[in-house]
């Protein structure tokens, strides 16, 4: 058969998604279509090449050699296709997940990107942490977030790529008249025989619960049940002035009624923050978004671990000290 003349990019990034999927339900998914018609969108371009692109089974698909073939090419084909449209000021709007609404680095890292490419539109979501985040990533509903990768199941991390942004300190929340509450910073030797509230059964933020469950262990320092899932600041204020338990969090937590923030100490604990997005993800909007966790990341000295920091052992791991 001889080379078609011309390839509707339609039909390529129906090939590029199950390729990454290697899953014709998550793969319309992410593209918001039927599956009946991605099928068909990949048969046709399957013809219109003469090569068969993928291996179907009731249980699994897998790439042909031709289909491993085909993928770089795709690939920088919609790569140009998008960097043309942005060109233009066609690109769609970049999604970024910033986990909840006062999230200082995170933030901090979207408004210098804005900055850097003002012509590209550049837009905040709230997931409500990394877990939550990461399944709307690899559907294609989100294009970057923010969070301690280490701490995803290692079938997500499989599927993702991240660029490690900051340390953050960590620190614990008081009711105001908490024992504690009066120190500048608290030891956490001093925590012990207390119940701290990190996240447990909240299904967005596993990872938060495995952090604190590591920084825990050995202390004796209990973790907080499960509590009613609040949305928004309002309900989570609320649910925790009853609880009345501390609160696990990062030195930048903003600022709750009647309670008092205090960092930890002896050691400090640290809370990994990497920018995280699916693979093979193309937009111009997200180069900025690249340069600008670099450059704050060098200015404010973020990757740099003080000697009594602690991170579990995964987190070095993932990420390269940068002392």
């Keep these: 058969m001889p080379a078609p003349r011309d390839l509707d990019p339609r039909l390529l990034r129906a090939f590029v998604t199950v390729a990454e999927e290697l899953h014709f339900t998550r793969a ?15 048969r046709r371009l399957e013809r219109e090449l003469g090569a068969e692109l993928f291996v179907r089974s009731t249980r699994q698909v897998t ?35 910033l986990n909840y609404r006062n999230a200082v680095t995170a933030r901090r890292v979207l408004h210098r990107a804005r900055e850097l490419a003002p012509e590209h539109e550049l837009m905040a979501r709230y997931e409500s942490g990394l877990t939550g985040a990461a399944e709307e990533l690899v559907a294609g509903r989100l294009d970057a977030s923010f969070g301690r990768f280490a701490g995803l199941d290692p079938a997500l991390r499989g599927r993702l790529d991240h660029q490690p942004v900051r340390y953050e300190p960590m620190a614990v929340v008081l009711p105001e008249d908490h024992r504690l509450a009066s120190l500048p910073a608290v030891p956490l030797a001093a925590l012990a025989g207390e119940t701290v509230y990190a996240g447990a059964g909240n299904p967005r ?9 590591s920084l825990f262990d050995g202390r004796g320092i209990g973790i907080a049940p499960p509590a009613p ?4 600041d309002e309900e989570f204020e609320r649910i925790m002035a009853k609880m009345r338990n501390p609160i696990l ?7 709750m009624p009647r309670t008092v923030l205090r960092p930890l100490i002896d050691p400090v604990p640290l809370s990994p923050v990497s920018l995280v997005w699916r693979k093979g993800l193309v937009h111009p909007g997200f180069d900025a978004l690249r340069q600008a966790a670099r450059e704050l990341s060098a200015a404010e000295g973020w990757l740099r671990r003080p000697a009594e920091g602690w991170i579990p052992a995964i987190d070095r791991e993932l990420i390269p000290s940068h002392n």
């Design 249 to 255: 969090a990062v030195v930048d937590f903003p600022a």
């Design 63 to 97: 790439l042909t050699a031709d289909g491993e073939r085909l993928l770089p090419y795709a690939r920088r084909v919609l790569a140009a296709q998008d960097e043309l449209l942005g060109a233009f000021g066609q690109a769609r709007p970049l999604l970024v997940d």
């Design 229 to 232: 899932l609040a949305v928004g």
């Design 205 to 213: 933020t596993p990872e938060w619960t495995d952090l604190a469950r």
């Design 28 to 42: 319309a998914a992410r593209l918001y279509v039927a599956q009946q018609a991605l099928s068909r969108d990949v």
